[in-house]
Antibody
C-alpha cells in the first residue's frame, strides 16, 4: 500500500527554520517525482515545486525560491522540505505528493500534511 | 501563473447530478490534457479523483467524470451522496512546466 507519512506539526518563532519530512512506503521513492504543496488556512492549494527523486535536482515555483529547499535521503526513502527565515505568511499546511514522471499533474498519493505555525 | 477559476460553491440534492467548472487559459487547461480534480474533506489531505481530464484512478467511483472544452474543464458528479460533500479543486499542467490549482468549489449536498 502506497503511503507518504509526514512529520508532525511545528510551532516556530519568526526568523527560525523548519524541516518537514515525508517518508515513502509501499513503493520506491525513486519511482515518482515528489512535489510539495502549500495550503494556507482557508485557501486553496499552491504548488511549490518538485524534486527529481533520481537525480535530487529540485525545481521551485515562482515565489518559493531562496528560503525553500527540497532534499532527499534515499537511504531512508524520505523527502524533505526546509524553510528558513520563517515569516507569519508561511503559516500553512504543507503536503508532499508524488506524481508520475510522465504525467506531472497525476498527484496520486498525498501525505497527511504538516501544519507549520509561525508565531511569536 | 494565476489560479484557475472555479465557482465558490455548488449544491445539489441526493441522487442529483452537479457539474463544477474550472476555467484557465490556452497556456494551461486549454493547452494540455493534463487536468486533474481533487476532493478534500475538512482537515484531510486532497484525494485525486480525476486525472488527464477524464481518467479515474483505481477505486474512485464511476459517479465521478471529467471533460474539457477549450479552456474550461468540468467535473460532473452523478447520483449525489452525502459523502460527496467536500471542497473540489482542479489543477492543470502549464506551458511553464509548472502546476496551477483552482481556488476550490465547496459542494453542499442538501
Amino acid at each position: 500500500q502506497v503511503q507518504l507519512v509526514q512529520s508532525g506539526s511545528e510551532l516556530k518563532e519568526p526568523g527560525a527554520s523548519v524541516k518537514v519530512s515525508c517518508k515513502a512506503s509501499g513503493h520506491s521513492l525513486s519511482s515518482h517525482a515528489m512535489n510539495w504543496v502549500r495550503q494556507a488556512p482557508g485557501q486553496g492549494p499552491e504548488w511549490m515545486g518538485w524534486i527529481n527523486t533520481n537525480t535530487g535536482i529540485p525545481t521551485y515555483a515562482q515565489g518559493f525560491t531562496g528560503r525553500f529547499v527540497f532534499s532527499l535521503d534515499t537511504s531512508v526513502s524520505t523527502a524533505y522540505l526546509q524553510i528558513s527565515s520563517l515569516q507569519s505568511e508561511d503559516t500553512a499546511v504543507y503536503y508532499c505528493t508524488r506524481a508520475d514522471y510522465g504525467d506531472h499533474n497525476r498527484l496520486d498519493s498525498w501525505g497527511q500534511g504538516t501544519m507549520v505555525t509561525v508565531s511569536s | 501563473q494565476s489560479a484557475l477559476t472555479q465557482p465558490a460553491s455548488v449544491s445539489g440534492s441526493p441522487g442529483q447530478s452537479v457539474t463544477i467548472s474550472c476555467t484557465g487559459t490556452s497556456s494551461d487547461v486549454g493547452g494540455f490534457n493534463y487536468v486533474s480534480w481533487h476532493q478534500q474533506h475538512p482537515g484531510k489531505a486532497p484525494k485525486l479523483m480525476i486525472y488527464d481530464v477524464s481518467n479515474r484512478p483505481s477505486g474512485v467511483s464511476n459517479r465521478f467524470s471529467g471533460s474539457k472544452s477549450a479552456n474550461t474543464a468540468s467535473l460532473t458528479i452523478s447520483g449525489l451522496q452525502a459523502e460527496d460533500e467536500a471542497v473540489y479543486y482542479c489543477s492543470s499542467y502549464t506551458s511553464s512546466s509548472t502546476l496551477v490549482f483552482g481556488g476550490g468549489t465547496k459542494l453542499t449536498v442538501l
